[in-house]
């Protein structure tokens, strides 16, 4: 349970974003920020709502030397009822919880968040913008703050939270992305710290994806680090393959993010009796899927696009064409299903949402 919050409203609230005005992604902030600190001494301690602005932050911080920084990304969303639902709050907050595990830092308590999360929506309700495709994207972080040059945990953090109004993420919905097949650089390996909402991970993928956007690629897709030949994950989503009558999405084995969304993916595909499989699946079995006119489609899955089809993937010799750039089949019902679910104009037969 978090101890009571401490209030300092901002004064003057900011102006809004106006309801046609094309919000972006992470471009406007609203009003508030959440924050609370830790110290072995104390705990979490001082939970406090301020207004949204900067950390003050000691230049011997650990987190600005090695990298003790961990995220998490959800939306809340304004249903044709005016009711504002949060999609996966729970498992959004375990999920930060065990990255902040994975780098040594201290101990979060996924409802610590989640009750933090929820009071700041509250306040800041007004931010959830209603324009179609839009919500109001929450963006937890947990940083070590504790200044020490030492290398060893550190024994200070700062747990803040900020939040953006954000369009969909791509201009009209699920328009098909191209995807560069990124053969020499990694970004993670196993046993290393792929699985967590690690900042160091967007870090390490940001120069394959600027390679990639010369190219005229969207984002990355990684494969392995030690053959170069199984597909992990794209940039900032989850990957699904549509062969013959089989979705295959690689299983969860430590090296790339256990996406939320295509957790969503997986129940729904199964709900519908679609033959879904979490196995390896290598770039070659992709070719010679495309080659035979099996490959039926190729989707992203996240929060940020929800289902993003892929219609081109991109090799040092050549493009493989998949949909001839068409939304495929399953793709728009899965994209109609889930913010159908986000939206509240469909059921939540699995409890995915939290009214606020
Ligand atoms: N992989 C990476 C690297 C990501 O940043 C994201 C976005 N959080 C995903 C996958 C998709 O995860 P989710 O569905 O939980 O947003």
Redesign the pocket.
Known sequence: MLPPIEVHRASPLKAKPAPSEALGFGKYFTDHMFRMDYSTERGWHQARILPHGPLGLDPGAAVLHYAQSVFD?SKVFRGQDGKLRAFRLADHCARLSSSAERLSMAPLPPELAREAIQALVKLDAAWVPSAPGTSLYVRPVVIASEAFLGVRPADKYIFFVIMSPVGGYFSNGAEPVRIWVEQQLTRAAPGGIGGA?AAA?YAASLQASVAAKKRGYAQVLWLDALEHRYIE?V????LFVRIGDEVVTPPLDGT??P????ESVLTLLRDWGVRTSERKLSIDELREAHQKGELREVFG????AVISPVGGLGFQDGELKIGEGRLGELSKRLYDAVTGIQYGTLPDRHGWMTLI
């Not at 996406?259 to 295509?262: F, P, V």
């Not at 899955?301 to 940020?304: E, L, Q």
Request: no cysteine; charged share 15%; net charge positive.
């Open positions: 990304g909402k991970n994950e940039g900032t989503m989850n790339f993010l996406g939320i969304t295509r899955t996240g929060t940020a």
